[in-house]
């Protein structure tokens, strides 16, 4: 596993940061599961990142991309996420094979410093980057899974803090402006969201936890993330002892009986009590640091989760 964090000068110097980070770090050369490179390209307005992790033993073939890109006149600076199963030299960023198509996952930051935390293994890759006062995140790659590989060969989640079909700017406030840990729309069991798994029949599955742009109401939707979705987890604090207690965060299916089917865990990243704690916190479990994030704008108790740093 390795781990980075530092100032990126802005949103494009972010990028150039962690292609370097998942390519080059030492921990992941010397366990053979660095990154590679498959498309570089950047221009003045734009950059294009696409990425092949080989998983933990070099075995796994698994496709992630990041393109950037900013509109000054409307004040908006993007990172687009996608996936995908193969890789074609010919094709554009958006037509790769079996790729997200339409809104995709995306992270919306600024041309100015911005702090910055990246962690990776050969199977995923979070960043979390503070863009004011405001947290933006990102995962790709695959979950752990509740299956054996051959049930379920290809688990990858792209996941983002904003879905594209609404307001672009950091500022934004609103269910379409969520963390993937937690995701929201604005309309009910809407595709556009935060966050996109390819299910175990090769479909890309949107999951959603709340709707509404006023109120970001909280429902059993088609396919929520727990413990998220969870109506009472606002009641959730620390431990008698003081410690903090890191939940799983898992994703899920409603099924024809009423109740869920589920398809594994997020890789690193748990949810954790917003009681007592802050954005920036470090709190340790079992040794290790974990890195705790707000949900974009959000400092509810609910509204927190903390990121393995190792």
């Not at 556009?192 to 890309?204: H, N, Q, V």
């Not at 604090?237 to 994703?251: F, K, Q, S, W």
Request: glycine letters at 10%; charged letters at 15%.
């Amino acid at each position: 596993m390795a781990f980075e964090s530092g100032t990126a000068t802005d949103y494009r110097n972010l990028l150039e940061r962690l292609r370097v980070f998942l390519t080059q770090h030492p921990a992941l050369v010397a366990a053979g599961q660095q990154w590679t490179e498959l498309r570089w390209v950047s221009d003045a307005a734009t950059q294009e990142l696409l990425l092949r992790a080989p998983g933990l033993a070099g075995a796994d073939d698994i496709y992630c991309g990041v393109r950037s890109y900013e509109n000054p006149t409307s004040g908006y600076y993007m990172w687009d996420l996608n996936g995908s199963i193969g890789f074609s030299q010919v094709d554009t960023f958006y037509a790769q094979p079996g790729c997200l198509t339409g809104w995709l996952p995306m992270m919306s930051l600024w041309n100015d410093a911005t702090p910055y935390w990246f962690v990776a293994n050969g199977r995923r890759a979070v960043v979390v980057a503070k863009v004011s006062t405001l947290y933006q995140a990102a995962y790709l790659g695959f979950i752990l899974p509740y299956t054996a590989p051959g049930q379920y060969p290809y688990p990858l989640l792209i996941g983002g803090s904003m879905t594209g079909q609404r307001g672009r700017r950091y500022s934004v406030t609103g269910p379409n402006h969520r963390h993937f840990v937690d995701p929201g729309e604005d309309v009910q069991n809407a595709s556009s969201t935060a966050t996109m798994l390819r299910g175990p029949a090769g479909a890309w599955l949107p999951f959603q936890n709340t709707y509404s742009p006023t109120t970001e109401s909280r429902y059993d939707s088609a396919r929520p993330v727990w413990p998220g979705s969870y109506a009472y987890l606002s009641v959730f604090r620390e431990a008698l002892d003081g410690t903090y207690v890191l939940m799983p965060i898992v994703l899920s299916q409603g099924n024809s009986a009423g109740d869920h089917d589920l398809f594994g865990e997020l890789d690193g990243v748990y949810q954790v009590s917003g009681f007592n704690n802050a954005a920036g916190n470090l709190i340790q479990v079992n040794g290790v640091d974990h890195l705790v994030v707000q949900n974009v704008f959000r400092t509810s108790v609910r509204d927190y989760w903390a990121l393995r740093l190792a």
